[in-house]
């Protein structure tokens, strides 16, 4: 059975100054939406792109993912916990994003960035539609690294299925639950503390994002933008692609223990992405209905 690493969170230490992996997962997927993204300008050169742009963009980006992703967390996850402890909404060190929170934020500031460079909000939308999947798969990397974020409770016999102390806890709370679960907990040697423990097996959700939201979504969105399109198929494709890839993963995720299971036996997380779904098939008949006209 494998069993997560338990990477020290600290990547590295300069004296009082400690450098987190999932800091630097942050900068890795900075730094391949700049490389990406000024390969990109200088292949659309003709339709107003310069590489100057990019820097720009990434500035706009990241506002919108930090201030977009905690309020959606703040709001979609844990809104009568902030409402008592609203100091707390600034803590962003303690945890706590929301991919569609972030993604809201950006929208909004790939508006801001097209007003200020004249360009439309599709025009920007589907310039940075094929860059995104490359941060989405950075942290998803974090986040196992960090071994959180882990996966629904798998049978033993899952070849992949993995074994996350950091999940002690909840696994002691599944077992006493359902006491047929102690069954399936499955030895091991902590390599912090040498000694044994047990641990109900687990999917490693947070690699399954990363295949599917990140690098396979990257590929698809990458290829198809290589030739010219309609405007905003690129920006539908990847709401498309997203909504099925996270629907998809939540199957493997667990939920999040304040929130279970909602309607219909889903996650937040499948039925937030349900309208991205609907909203990119919708605006992928508009864009090439509006191309045909």
């Not at 992996?21 to 292949?43: E, H, I, S």
């Not at 102390?165 to 912090?192: I, M």
């Not at 423990?197 to 959700?205: D, E, G, I, Q, V």
Request: glycine share 10%.
């Amino acid at each position: 059975m494998l069993v997560h690493p338990q990477f020290d969170p600290i990547a590295l230490s300069l004296g009082p100054l400690h450098v987190r992996w999932y800091g630097l997962m942050y900068l890795v997927a900075f730094l391949l939406f700049v490389t990406l993204g000024k390969y990109r300008a200088r292949k659309n050169l003709l339709s107003g792109w310069v590489p100057s742009d990019v820097d720009d963009l990434l500035f706009y980006g990241a506002l919108g993912v930090v201030l977009g992703g905690r309020l959606g967390y703040v709001i979609f996850y844990k809104l009568g916990y902030y409402l008592a402890h609203p100091i707390e909404i600034a803590y962003i060190w303690q945890g706590g994003m929301s991919f569609h929170g972030g993604f809201i934020g950006v929208l909004v500031a790939l508006w801001l960035f097209g007003r200020k460079t004249k360009k439309s909000f599709w025009q920007v939308a589907d310039f940075v539609a094929p860059l995104v999947p490359t941060g989405l798969a950075a942290g998803r990397m974090g986040n196992f690294i960090n071994g959180e974020l882990w996966g629904r409770i798998a049978s033993p016999t899952t070849p992949w299925a993995m074994l996350f102390p950091q999940a002690r806890a909840e696994d002691v709370a599944a077992v006493q639950a359902n006491p047929s679960l102690q069954q399936a907990l499955v030895s091991y040697v902590d390599k912090f503390d040498h000694l044994q423990h047990f641990a109900l097996p687990r999917h490693p959700s947070q690699l399954y994002q990363f295949a599917l939201e990140g690098l396979t979504l990257f590929i698809i969105l990458w290829l198809y933008t290589r030739k010219p399109r309609p405007l905003a198929a690129a920006s539908a494709l990847f709401l498309i692609g997203y909504g099925v890839f996270r629907f998809i993963a939540e199957y493997g995720r667990e939920p999040d223990d304040f929130l279970g299971l909602l309607a219909f036996n889903l996650s937040m997380g499948q039925l937030l992405s349900l309208p991205m779904i609907l909203i990119g098939i919708g605006l992928w008949i508009w864009a090439h209905r509006k191309r045909t006209r």
